[in-house]
């Protein structure tokens, strides 16, 4: 993914993970993967929006124009029953994935 | 989170929709810097940073959202339709009542008119099963009717010779003629229907065997091997399908062939019903031998007895190929001295097929297409008067906010949902329908074989489907009173529903029904009048309680009267001493060409003493050889004279009996018996022909057809003529089966290999012989029964939904003191306009369409005022029966209860 040094196909994840609690827009999505990882991995911010498209047309997202609470017009994305199915089995495959090489590196040190 | 509503965005709102987005994000993420304690400036430029290349990403998204917004369309337009359609399932099984009365009245037009047009599409639209139909035509010699040799004569084997070796126009011809064989087994002998073909048919066809080989030249050729070529059925039901038939040898009239090849399931070519009667072909050809030229035959001009049919070569059309082939035609007649004037005549194979039934099957398609129309308007009325009771419904969902667009969608998917309702259920109908139209018809209509529901017929459904569901969803949709969606909301459900311009909408649609219904009923009647009238004709014999059945002798060798003759007449004349002597039969006889039956003989005569006639073949008449007591057994009535009894032997003086038209014609004035006739039909083993005196007089009988007008007959004793088949007639004192058993036992006394075909009662062969007319005549009576039972349920309707929202002020006028009479006189007063205008119409419609019956109405009387006067008092008499009801309902409202309907 351009100007991103995340493992391919962790943003989509995130982005997921930033919707299941509701709606959300863009901007607020970027903000929840800074704040929440710590601002540990760097994306580029503008990287979110083709992720949000492809998502959306891979049926995960719906979107829809909106007012945020200050009034102002953006654009709101939202988790599909498709979108959630493939958070949780995402979110298994990446636990399962991270404890392994977790696992792996614990083992070499030893 | 507040929803606000966007138009959608065609291709320049999607740009947008992405650019605004991202404008979004990066003045956000530069009022969060802005808090962090940047200027505007820094702020907006390091969010411009952290976000990266702007116009690389938004030219990404754009491209992946154009995908996202085509698929999303196509999506939602889908799903769109799919809700349409559950909801118009829905909204119908909710009207269960009027959603079945619109599917079988649907059901009944539709598959009505699709039961009609697969037959018309098999008889008269399919290509023939045979390769380029389109250049396939028959070749006829046609003489001059002063001659009495009019219509489409066969070919001789001379003609057939000399087209086969000069006609460049042609790419191919072949000759044919019928010619049956019989087959003995374990049972009875079998007639197995055959014909006698040139090699050339099966390319001139362009057909292949399914097993083995088609005929050689060589084997066409005299003296060549017998062999023959057999039908697949025939295999299949002879042979148990099995493909070691072909080398196979088979006794085939006593004689043994060798069994070449089988031909492809279905080639049944000649087949009967597709060619002019008189050639006497079966329905069906189960068997071919080659057609062998003898010498004699390359020479002979004037026996006509072969049929041709011809491959036209690229690019000559039928007519120039004629006007070629009769130009060499006059110039060997001129060559030759021949006095005979004849013509080719060149008629395309599917013209020739279906030409004698085309007329008649398009006017039942035109009937039935009217009884369609009915059923339409019908259905439309239907619609209607729901619609109007759905006002309410539908302005609930405008206000709801469906636009005007989504509601006409909506109304057309329900009306295609139930038009496709109606087609399924129709053509399943119509399976069955059609399984009945062709056991009505069972030998006479061409191409039977052929008729079936193909793809054509299901689109032509389908289409009509989609039609009628868009027709009736525009006249529902035009009838929506738009404006006033939202004042129906304050009225009450049951009264939206009047409205001057749609009332008149369904008095016209009634007028319209009334007025077709008229149409086909008149015309129903005519032909109803003209098939009594037929069967009303004398034909000249009587039919009860006689049987009839074809027994032929094996014709091995070729015919050849000269040297099998003694043995046919010793057959025929013990088969009928014996079954003469049979307990329960009354008289035997037999016929060479039974009446009725399509097949005639004719030849030319002379009477002696009286100077030749102009034209040079004679005075026609048809002739007949007469075996056994034929016309006691035929009940045809003696005028004068005798009959034929043990004096007409073969040593005795030739003899011959004439029919009343005879002598009407030629011997006008004169005392007929005793007078002295020569006929060119006589077999010229006796040289010069006998002079036959005249012993008898018999009534005409009709031969052709019913409706054929009285010609010249003559008729000679089988022991004078030997011929090798004859039609027997059995009468008998009970019912006429109880003959066939001493017919069977009989004939396979007398000779194992001589078969007996076409069992049938006399009476069956003289209904048969008015299959046609019958046939057209109840398909009619049907088409204006159901017309007309639409048209009273269309009156019943309107007048019913009439009363039913003038039940107030009919109320209202009985609390002021009308009587029950004159609310009823009111309502039939309505009923009565509407069935008098739609009259008036049809009388003026059956006027402009009677030229297209008339062809088919036998006798004088298309256009008959009495039939006009009887159909249409007829239709004025039910109407009046279909307004009696609800008037009377109406005239039953209690003024309390409708003053407090609402």
Same mark, same amino acid.
């Given at each position: 993914?351009?100007?991103?040094?995340?493992?391919?196909?962790?943003?989509?994840i995130?982005?997921?993970?930033?919707?299941?609690?509701?709606?959300?827009?863009?901007?607020?999505?970027?903000?929840?993967?800074?704040?929440?990882?710590?601002?540990a991995?760097?994306?580029q911010?503008?990287?979110?929006?083709?992720?949000?498209?492809?998502?959306e047309?891979?049926?995960?997202?719906?979107?829809e124009?909106?007012?945020t609470?200050?009034?102002?017009?953006?654009?709101?994305?939202?988790?599909?029953?498709?979108?959630?199915?493939?958070?949780?089995?995402?979110?298994?495959?990446?636990?399962?994935?991270?404890?392994?090489?977790?696992?792996?590196?614990?083992?070499?040190?030893? | 989170?507040?929803?606000?509503?966007?138009?959608?965005?065609?291709r320049?709102?999607?740009?947008?929709?992405?650019?605004?987005?991202?404008?979004?994000?990066?003045?956000?993420?530069?009022?969060?810097?802005?808090?962090?304690?940047?200027?505007?400036?820094?702020?907006?430029?390091?969010?411009?940073?952290?976000?990266?290349?702007?116009?690389?990403?938004?030219?990404?998204?754009?491209?992946?959202?154009?995908?996202?917004?085509?698929?999303?369309?196509?999506?939602?337009?889908?799903?769109?339709?799919?809700?349409?359609?559950?909801?118009?399932?829905?909204?119908?099984?909710?009207?269960?009542?009027?959603?079945?009365?619109?599917?079988?009245?649907?059901?009944?037009?539709?598959?009505?008119?699709?039961?009609?047009?697969?037959?018309?599409?098999?008889?008269?639209?399919?290509?023939?099963?045979?390769?380029?139909?389109?250049?396939?035509?028959?070749?006829?010699l046609?003489?001059?009717?002063?001659?009495?040799?009019?219509?489409?004569?066969?070919?001789?084997?001379?003609?057939?010779?000399?087209?086969?070796?000069?006609?460049?126009?042609?790419?191919?011809?072949?000759?044919?003629?019928?010619?049956?064989?019989?087959?003995?087994?374990?049972?009875?002998?079998?007639?197995?229907?055959?014909?006698?073909?040139?090699?050339?048919?099966?390319?001139?066809?362009?057909?292949?065997?399914?097993?083995?080989?088609?005929?050689?030249?060589?084997?066409?050729?005299?003296?060549?091997?017998?062999?023959?070529?057999?039908?697949?059925?025939?295999?299949?039901?002879?042979?148990?399908?099995?493909?070691?038939?072909?080398?196979?040898?088979?006794?085939?009239?006593?004689?043994?062939?060798?069994?070449?090849?089988?031909?492809?399931?279905?080639?049944?070519?000649? @087949?009967?019903?597709?060619?002019?009667?008189?050639?006497?072909?079966?329905?069906?050809?189960?068997?071919?031998?080659?057609?062998?030229?003898?010498?004699?035959?390359?020479?002979?001009?004037?026996?006509?007895?072969?049929?041709?049919v011809?491959?036209?070569?690229?690019?000559?059309?039928?007519?120039?190929?004629?006007a070629?082939?009769?130009?060499?035609?006059?110039?060997?007649?001129?060559?030759?001295?021949?006095?005979? @004037?004849?013509?080719?005549?060149?008629?395309?194979?599917?013209?020739?097929?279906?030409?004698?039934?085309?007329?008649?099957?398009?006017?039942?398609?035109?009937?039935?297409?009217?009884?369609?129309?009915?059923?339409?308007?019908n259905?439309?009325n239907?619609?209607?008067?729901?619609?109007?009771?759905?006002?309410?419904?539908?302005?609930?969902?405008?206000?709801?906010?469906?636009?005007?667009?989504?509601?006409?969608?909506?109304?057309?998917?329900?009306?295609?949902? #139930?038009?496709?309702?109606?087609?399924?259920?129709?053509?399943?109908?119509?399976?069955?329908?059609?399984?009945?139209?062709?056991?009505?018809?069972p030998?006479?209509?061409?191409?039977?074989?052929?008729?079936?529901?193909?793809?054509?017929v299901?689109?032509?459904?389908?289409?009509?489907?989609?039609?009628?569901?868009?027709?009736?969803?525009?006249?529902?949709?035009?009838?929506?009173?738009?404006?006033?969606?939202?004042?129906s909301?304050?009225?009450?459900?049951?009264?939206?529903?009047?409205g #001057? @311009?749609?009332? #008149?909408?369904?008095?016209?649609?009634?007028v319209?029904?009334?007025?077709?219904?008229? =149409?086909? &009923?008149?015309?129903?009647?005519?032909?109803?009048?003209?098939?009594?009238?037929l069967?009303?004709?004398?034909?000249?014999?009587?039919?009860?309680?006689?049987?009839?059945?074809?027994?032929?002798?094996?014709?091995?060798?070729?015919?050849?009267?000269? @040297?099998?003759? *003694?043995?046919?007449?010793a057959?025929?004349?013990?088969?009928?001493?014996?079954?003469?002597?049979? *307990?329960?039969i009354?008289?035997?006889?037999?016929?060479?060409?039974? *009446?009725?039956?399509?097949?005639?003989?004719g030849s030319?005569v002379?009477?002696?003493?009286?100077?030749?006639?102009?034209?040079?073949s004679?005075?026609?008449?048809?002739?007949?050889?007469?075996?056994?007591?034929?016309?006691?057994?035929?009940?045809?009535?003696?005028?004068?004279?005798?009959?034929?009894?043990?004096?007409?032997?073969?040593?005795?003086?030739?003899?011959?009996?004439?029919?009343?038209?005879f002598?009407?014609?030629?011997?006008?004035?004169?005392?007929?018996?005793?007078l002295?006739?020569?006929?060119?039909?006589?077999?010229?083993?006796?040289?010069?022909?006998?002079?036959?005196?005249?012993?008898?007089?018999?009534d005409?009988?009709?031969?052709?057809?019913?409706?054929?007008?009285? =010609?010249?007959?003559?008729?000679?004793?089988?022991?004078?003529?030997?011929?090798?088949?004859?039609?027997? =007639?059995?009468?008998?004192?009970?019912?006429?089966?109880?003959?066939?058993?001493?017919?069977?036992?009989? =004939?396979?006394?007398?000779? *194992?290999?001589?078969?007996?075909?076409?069992?049938?009662?006399?009476?069956?062969?003289?209904?048969?012989?008015?299959?046609?007319?019958?046939?057209?005549?109840?398909?009619?009576?049907?088409?204006?029964?159901?017309?007309?039972?639409?048209?009273?349920?269309?009156?019943?309707?309107?007048?019913?939904?009439?009363?039913?929202?003038?039940?107030?002020?009919?109320?209202?006028?009985?609390a002021?003191?009308?009587?029950?009479?004159?609310?009823?006189r009111?309502?039939?007063?309505?009923?009565?306009?509407?069935?008098?205008?739609?009259?008036?119409?049809?009388?003026?419609?059956?006027?402009?369409?009677?030229?297209?019956?008339?062809? &088919?109405?036998?006798?004088?009387?298309?256009?008959?005022p009495?039939?006009?006067?009887?159909?249409?008092?007829?239709?004025?008499?039910?109407?009046?029966?279909?307004?009696?009801?609800?008037?009377?309902?109406?005239?039953?409202?209690?003024?309390?209860?409708?003053?407090?309907?609402?």
């Amino acid at each position: 993914m351009a100007g991103s040094d995340l493992f391919t196909g962790t943003l989509e994840i995130l982005v997921l993970k930033a919707l299941s609690w509701g709606p959300r827009h863009g901007y607020a999505v970027g903000r929840w993967i800074r704040e929440s990882t710590g601002d540990a991995l760097v994306i580029q911010e503008g990287a979110l929006y083709p992720a949000l498209h492809r998502l959306e047309r891979k049926g995960h997202l719906a979107e829809e124009w909106g007012q945020t609470e200050t009034g102002r017009e953006a654009k709101f994305y939202s988790l599909t029953a498709a979108g959630r199915k493939q958070l949780a089995a995402e979110s298994r495959r990446w636990t399962a994935f991270a404890s392994a090489v977790t696992q792996a590196l614990a083992l070499s040190r030893a | 989170m507040k929803r606000v509503f966007r138009f959608s965005e065609g291709r320049d709102g999607a740009a947008r929709d992405v650019r605004s987005e991202i404008r979004f994000h990066l003045e956000m993420r530069a009022e969060e810097f802005v808090a962090q304690g940047m200027t505007p400036e820094e702020a907006r430029r390091a969010a411009a940073d952290a976000f990266g290349d702007v116009e690389a990403i938004e030219s990404e998204v754009r491209s992946l959202r154009s995908g996202n917004e085509r698929r999303r369309r196509l999506r939602d337009g889908l799903r769109g339709f799919g809700t349409d359609v559950a909801f118009a399932l829905r909204t119908l099984r909710k009207n269960p009542g009027f959603t079945l009365s619109a599917v079988a009245i649907l059901t009944l037009g539709l598959g009505a008119t699709t039961s009609v047009f697969t037959v018309v599409n098999g008889v008269l639209l399919r290509p023939l099963p045979y390769e380029r139909p389109e250049s396939l035509a028959m070749v006829w010699l046609q003489g001059s009717a002063a001659e009495g040799l009019a219509g489409n004569l066969p070919l001789s084997s001379g003609f057939y010779l000399d087209l086969k070796a000069q006609a460049r126009c042609l790419e191919g011809i072949a000759g044919f003629r019928s010619w049956s064989y019989s087959v003995a087994g374990d049972g009875p002998a079998e007639k197995v229907e055959g014909a006698r073909v040139t090699p050339s048919l099966f390319g001139v066809l362009g057909v292949r065997p399914y097993l083995g080989q088609t005929f050689t030249e060589a084997e066409a050729a005299p003296g060549g091997p017998r062999v023959a070529l057999i039908s697949w059925s025939y295999w299949r039901r002879r042979f148990g399908g099995a493909p070691s038939v072909v080398g196979q040898r088979v006794m085939l009239s006593g004689e043994p062939f060798t069994i070449v090849g089988v031909m492809p399931k279905g080639f049944a070519f000649p @087949r009967g019903a597709e060619l002019p009667p008189g050639l006497n072909f079966a329905a069906r050809t189960d068997l071919w031998t080659p057609f062998v030229f003898s010498a004699a035959d390359t020479r002979d001009h004037g026996t006509l007895n072969m049929a041709a049919v011809a491959r036209l070569a690229p690019g000559v059309t039928a007519a120039a190929a004629e006007a070629e082939l009769t130009a060499q035609l006059h110039r060997w007649s001129e060559e030759n001295g021949s006095r005979q @004037r004849l013509d080719y005549r060149l008629v395309s194979l599917q013209e020739q097929a279906g030409g004698p039934v085309r007329r008649s099957l398009l006017i039942l398609m035109g009937a039935v297409g009217l009884v369609l129309l009915i059923a339409c308007a019908n259905v439309t009325n239907l619609l209607l008067a729901r619609t109007a009771a759905r006002q309410r419904e539908l302005a609930v969902r405008a206000a709801l906010g469906a636009g005007r667009g989504r509601i006409a969608r909506q109304l057309a998917t329900e009306n295609i949902v #139930l038009a496709l309702l109606g087609t399924g259920l129709g053509l399943a109908f119509s399976v069955g329908a059609v399984r009945a139209m062709l056991s009505l018809v069972p030998r006479s209509l061409p191409r039977v074989d052929d008729v079936s529901v193909d793809g054509r017929v299901i689109a032509l459904a389908l289409g009509a489907a989609v039609v009628l569901g868009l027709l009736f969803g525009i006249a529902t949709a035009y009838q929506v009173r738009w404006t006033q969606l939202a004042a129906s909301l304050h009225d009450a459900a049951g009264r939206a529903t009047g409205g #001057l @311009r749609r009332r #008149l909408g369904r008095r016209f649609l009634v007028v319209l029904e009334i007025s077709l219904s008229l =149409v086909l &009923l008149i015309g129903a009647a005519e032909l109803t009048m003209s098939f009594l009238r037929l069967q009303r004709v004398e034909p000249g014999f009587s039919a009860e309680r006689a049987l009839v059945a074809d027994v032929q002798m094996p014709l091995a060798n070729g015919f050849d009267p000269a @040297r099998d003759g *003694p043995r046919w007449r010793a057959f025929f004349a013990q088969l009928l001493d014996r079954l003469n002597a049979a *307990p329960g039969i009354v008289a035997a006889g037999g016929v060479s060409s039974m *009446p009725l039956t399509g097949v005639e003989e004719g030849s030319g005569v002379r009477i002696v003493g009286r100077p030749a006639p102009t034209t040079s073949s004679g005075l026609r008449t048809q002739y007949f050889v007469t075996a056994g007591r034929y016309f006691e057994a035929m009940g045809i009535r003696l005028a004068a004279g005798r009959v034929f009894d043990g004096r007409d032997r073969s040593d005795g003086a030739p003899v011959v009996i004439v029919n009343r038209e005879f002598v009407r014609r030629y011997l006008p004035g004169a005392s007929p018996l005793g007078l002295q006739i020569v006929g060119n039909f006589e077999f010229f083993f006796s040289n010069p022909p006998p002079a036959r005196t005249i012993v008898g007089v018999v009534d005409d009988v009709r031969q052709a057809a019913r409706d054929a007008s009285p =010609v010249p007959q003559v008729y000679v004793p089988e022991d004078q003529m030997p011929y090798p088949s004859q039609t027997l =007639v059995l009468r008998t004192e009970g019912a006429a089966s109880i003959a066939l058993r001493p017919l069977q036992t009989e =004939v396979k006394a007398l000779d *194992p290999v001589a078969s007996v075909s076409n069992v049938r009662s006399l009476e069956e062969l003289l209904a048969s012989s008015l299959a046609r007319q019958r046939f057209s005549a109840t398909m009619l009576g049907l088409f204006a029964a159901a017309a007309m039972l639409l048209s009273m349920v269309g009156l019943y309707g309107v007048i019913a939904l009439h009363v039913g929202q003038r039940r107030r002020e009919i109320g209202v006028r009985m609390a002021l003191g009308a009587r029950a009479g004159d609310v009823l006189r009111l309502v039939l007063d309505e009923g009565m306009r509407i069935t008098a205008v739609g009259l008036v119409v049809g009388v003026a419609g059956a006027l402009a369409t009677g030229q297209v019956l008339r062809s &088919l109405v036998y006798g004088s009387t298309a256009g008959d005022p009495a039939v006009f006067a009887a159909s249409a008092l007829g239709i004025g008499l039910v109407s009046l029966a279909a307004t009696y009801l609800p008037a009377r309902r109406a005239a039953r409202v209690d003024p309390t209860v409708s003053l407090r309907a609402d």
